[in-house]
């Protein structure tokens, strides 16, 4: 008889319950990890450990001993780099490598690779470059993430509020450069993307402002 595979997914909130089920459903063994005993996702999963998803060393440790065979997360930013970091460790596959997350990290970054391959991208601003500023704009730190320091500017006292806000959610560099872009009120749309052998399965969500 095979062995049931087990995967380990990081961080129990309550959006993770789907997780745990679908991977259920596909016959995995699940087990879920985070440092809140109280996760709503742990109490649907086979198994479930008190381990913050930022102690790595403990998690590698665990899950050498558990014999995972596979590591897992969703709808966080920082648990995306730990599962990525947890899996070269163990020799495990991901669906994103540093650099991967590296590039989507970065809004500078990751607007040049969608230059890179014609993707359009919304006409950004850069102090100092003598450009007249057509309001409203959005101003963001280069390197933050969901959402922090994002601010929608109607004129230039706002834009130089917004500017100093912004400096105080830079992630890793306090010099990093503030970037704004002309904001767009309109609807938007969310793609998922999930990759099956030969192909991708997109999943499509439409969201109104």
């Known amino acids: 008889m095979e062995k049931q595979k087990k995967l380990l997914i990081l961080g129990g909130i309550t959006h993770m319950i789907d997780v745990v089920e679908t991977a259920k459903n596909m016959g995995l063994y699940t087990i879920v990890t985070d440092n809140n005993e109280a996760s709503p996702a742990k109490k649907h999963a086979d198994q ?33 780099w730990n599962a990525q970091l947890l899996t070269e460790r163990l020799g ?25 391959f014609n993707v359009p991208v919304i006409e950004q601003y850069e102090k100092n470059d ?50 704004f872009y002309r904001y767009e009120s309109r609807r938007r749309n969310v793609l998922h993307f999930a990759k099956w052998p030969g192909h991708f399965i997109r999943c499509h969500r439409p969201i109104r402002p």
């Open 130 to 179: 003598d450009v007249p500023v057509d309001y409203p704009v959005i101003v963001k730190p280069v390197d933050s993430y969901a959402s922090k320091g994002i601010t929608v500017c109607q004129d230039q006292a706002e834009l130089v509020e917004a500017v100093e806000k912004a400096r105080r959610f830079f992630t890793a560099r306090p010099s990093a450069r503030r970037t």
């Open 92 to 116: 495990l596959p991901f669906y994103a490598t540093k650099e991967h997350l590296e590039i989507s990290a970065s809004k500078d970054r990751f607007k040049e690779f969608c230059q890179h």
């Open 48 to 80: 479930a450990f008190d381990i913050s998803t930022a102690d790595i060393d403990a998690l590698e440790e665990m899950a050498r001993q558990e014999q995972i065979d596979g590591v897992l997360t969703a709808f966080d930013d920082i648990n995306t």
